[in-house]
T-cell receptor, first 115, second 111 residues
Framework: AQSVTQLGSHVSVSEGALVLLRCNYSSSVPPYLFWYVQYPNQGLQLLLKYTTGATLVKGINGFEAEFKKSETSFHLTKPSAHMSDAAEYFCAVSDGVDSSYKLIFGSGTRLLVRP | NAGVTQTPKFQVLKTGQSMTLQCAQDMNHEYMSWYRQDPGMGLRLIHYSVGAGITDQGEVPNGYNVSRSTTEDFPLRLLSAAPSQTSVYFC??????????FGSGTRLTVV
């Protein structure tokens, strides 16, 4: 069965510092990978996605993620944190073409940005 | 476009009551799903649909029913509410398998 592991339920960074949120997955076939962001009392918003092609994916709000098949990872980064980045971030995986509509989510990482 | 609309936003039920959470999308998306979000557990898939008339179970389907009579609507029915179903419920839709659009959620409390 697929699974997604997000290391660290809480990550705290200073404003202007690098943001690194970790995601590892298990999948028996080439996966589709996603990062979502959730602001308080809101639904989830798609940040970025990897399906095929270039392994470095750029998303909204200056975030990017790199698909590393050998490490089964899809870590999310942003060079310089902003106060508005404080939110919960979810990594998700689907099993490629045959069941790409079934997303399996990680447990989430809450990002705190210190002034 | 309204996107994905969920109603109600908040609901309190007594144990044993039934209710339907409504979900509608106006994007002509073929794929729709229901998730529940619980603290520390991320989102777990309850049921999903790949088109009108086609539904299937996800990770945690027990106690819930769905139907998809139209492309736009995908209601989630709680048959006999239990305190373990206290959660935030999200409906989502997609057209190309490349990422879902989520509704704003329904916060359900079962007492």
């Amino acid at each position: 069965a697929q699974s997604v592991t997000q290391l660290g339920s809480h990550v705290s960074v200073s404003e202007g510092a690098l943001v690194l949120l970790r995601c590892n997955y298990s999948s028996s076939v080439p996966p589709y990978l996603f990062w979502y962001v959730q602001y308080p009392n809101q639904g989830l918003q798609l940040l970025l996605k990897y399906t095929t092609g270039a392994t470095l994916v750029k998303g909204i709000n200056g975030f990017e993620a790199e698909f590393k098949k050998s490490e089964t990872s899809f870590h999310l980064t942003k060079p310089s944190a902003h106060m508005s980045d404080a939110a919960e971030y979810f990594c998700a995986v689907s099993d490629g073409v045959d069941s790409s509509y079934k997303l399996i989510f990680g447990s989430g990482t809450r990002l705190l940005v210190r002034p | 476009n309204a996107g994905v609309t969920q109603t109600p936003k908040f609901q309190v039920l007594k144990t044993g009551q039934s209710m339907t959470l409504q979900c509608a999308q106006d994007m002509n998306h073929e794929y729709m799903s229901w998730y529940r979000q619980d603290p520390g557990m991320g989102l777990r898939l309850i049921h999903y649909s790949v088109g009108a008339g086609i539904t299937d179970q996800g990770e945690v389907p027990n106690g819930y029913n769905v139907s998809r009579s139209t492309t736009e609507d995908f209601p989630l029915r709680l048959l006999s509410a239990a305190p373990s179903q206290t959660s935030v419920y999200f409906c989502a839709s997609s057209t190309d398998n490349y990422g879902y659009t989520f509704g704003s959620g329904t916060r359900l409390t079962v007492v």
